[in-house]
């Protein structure tokens, strides 16, 4: 009974530590787009800024694009197909096919590495059935 508690409580901070993260998270949006709002950013301006932050990374863009677009498809974030339509017009048609070819195994396996590792496991799923009880 002492040890269901126990586990019973590391489930609870693990599922408030994700709260905390995805709190964050939409408190981020929500600034970006007030920012964005405020300011009267458009979509051209939107593209220039993306552009300009694409120079001045270099050789480093593509990397970092492709870092940015696994995180928000592992993360499930509803920004991603916007940055998949902004890969052709910031690196060329080929080279972004291949970024998001590459981002989106990388979020796969990002998504089912997160999935496998800190879920929230229900005690009715995790049934008997099919333990043997150590026999054949």
Not at 22 to 46: F, M, N, P, T
Not at 58 to 72: C, K, N, R
């Amino acid at each position: 009974e002492r040890e269901r508690e126990r586990e019973r409580m590391r489930r609870g901070s693990w599922l408030g530590r994700w709260l905390t993260v995805g709190v964050v998270v939409v408190g981020i949006i929500g600034v970006l787009r007030a920012v964005s709002k405020q300011y009267g950013w458009d979509k051209e301006a939107a593209l220039q800024l993306f552009r300009e932050m694409s120079d001045r990374l270099g050789i480093w863009a593509i990397p970092a694009y492709v870092g940015l677009h696994t995180l928000t498809l592992a993360l499930c974030l509803p920004y991603a197909v916007f940055l998949e339509a902004g890969a052709s017009l910031l690196f060329g048609f080929f080279p972004a096919v291949l970024c998001v070819f590459s981002a989106k195994i990388l979020g796969a396996s990002l998504s089912f590495w997160i999935g496998s590792n800190y879920q929230v496991s229900n005690p009715a799923s995790t049934s008997k059935k099919y333990d043997d009880g150590g026999g054949n």
